[in-house]
């Protein structure tokens, strides 16, 4: 255990959280349903899906969805990822001025080299276009919060690791408030374990700036450990908290145990799974919030993969799982509610949640399919 770099209420520049947890930025999930979701259940801060710079630039349609947030929705990230500095700086400035608190830059997301356009964690093996970026940011808005997403590495080669250091001194010296760091290479995408290790290492070289930690967030229990056994300030949940909303309640409740390093059968022993009832009410939540902002047609496409994965606290899973995957429209999605959810019993834990069922990923979902943005 550190013990030493745990603020109980950690800051991200003039934001200070009630808790050290943060809902990821996830392409193709992370739009305001599931952010006001999660909020409603414990969520302290939360980040929107990655937003092409040239899509926000571009105004109309795509603009007015990237940039859905409400009052309901804060302190919130808004996530704006591209390759050049002279379109990623004004993209920036747009939603800054949206409400966003907070602009984070994604230097991680394993995207495709398509030509010219090197993005997100690309930045790792092309330093001086990352600084270009960086610097032209702070340039645009002088004065916002600004944060960094970044991977620990692009590969495993010897040098590789070194490009991470080289950013982040560049990010401490235009002041910018926190970095990201998910503990996975750029080649590993979303295969293989994180390396948790690379937190001390930026702990060592940064003692005092603010370190949000991902990779392998997976439960409650995944939450608090890597606040308890790694020099993290801010734990950042993705794959665990789609279709799981109810994690951020969870790990505050770990959290105030002194567990050095829970696992799920502390968690479980201490709190029980969501019922079927309490599923229901957020299911039904989410979609009418997703509706709002979608229309029922993309909402329904787009929360049958969210049902899917609120189906695995159901007792009857499998079968909850294939209702879901039929659903297009609200009448369809209220009947499987109907039938599955309509009398309370007790949830079920799923098995640790091995990320079998969100086979796609950042790269996948930042295309017009998900998001009805065109991207050039
Ligand atoms: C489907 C999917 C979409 C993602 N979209 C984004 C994104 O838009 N922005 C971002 O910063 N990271 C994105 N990520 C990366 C996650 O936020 C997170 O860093 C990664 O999944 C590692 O954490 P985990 O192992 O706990 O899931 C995405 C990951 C997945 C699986």
């Known amino acids: 255990m550190t013990g030493t770099h745990q603020p109980l209420n950690p800051r991200i520049g003039p934001i200070t959280l009630d808790a050290p947890f943060c809902q990821a930025g996830l392409a193709g999930y992370s739009d305001r349903a599931m952010r006001v979701v999660a909020r409603r259940r414990g969520c302290p801060y939360a980040v929107t899906e990655a937003l092409l710079d040239t899509v926000l630039l571009q105004g109309g349609k795509g603009l007015a969805n990237s940039i859905d947030i409400n009052d309901q929705d804060h302190p919130c990230a808004g996530q704006v990822i591209g390759s050049d500095p002279d379109t990623v700086a004004p993209a920036a400035r747009i939603l800054h001025q949206a409400g966003y608190d907070v602009i984070d830059l994604n230097f991680a997301c394993p995207v495709k080299k398509i030509k010219n356009k090197a993005r997100g964690g690309h930045m790792l093996r092309d330093v001086p276009r990352g600084l270009a970026i960086l610097r032209a940011v702070r340039d645009a ?63 060592n070289h940064y003692p005092n700036r603010t370190l949000i930690g991902s990779g392998d967030i997976f439960s409650a229990a995944d939450a608090v450990r890597m606040l308890r056994t790694t020099p993290v300030d801010i734990v950042w949940i993705a794959r665990g908290a789609i279709g799981n909303p109810w994690i951020f309640s969870q790990a505050r409740a770990l959290l105030s145990t002194n567990l050095t390093s829970p696992t799920d059968h502390d968690l479980h022993a201490l709190i029980h799974p969501p019922t079927l009832h309490q599923q229901r009410d957020a299911l039904a939540e989410h979609f009418d919030i997703a509706m709002h902002i979608h229309g029922e047609s993309l909402a329904g496409r787009r929360m049958r993969k969210m049902g899917i994965k609120y189906a695995r606290f159901h007792p009857n899973a499998p079968d909850v799982k294939q209702a879901f995957i039929n659903v297009r429209s609200l009448r369809e999605w209220t009947s499987v509610l109907e039938q599955h959810y309509h009398t309370n019993a007790p949830g079920v834990w799923p098995p640790h949640n091995a990320p079998d069922e969100v086979n796609s990923s950042c790269e996948d979902n930042i295309t017009p399919a998900d998001n009805n943005i065109t991207p050039n």
């Open 141 to 203: 808005l002088p004065h916002a919060t600004l944060t960094v997403s970044l991977r620990r590495a692009f590969d495993d080669q010897p040098d590789s690791q070194h490009n991470l250091f080289l950013l982040c001194n560049e990010i401490w010296k235009l002041n910018y408030a926190a970095v990201r760091v998910h503990a996975r290479t750029v080649e590993q995408k979303y295969a293989g374990h994180a390396d948790w290790n690379i937190f001390h290492q930026l702990r």
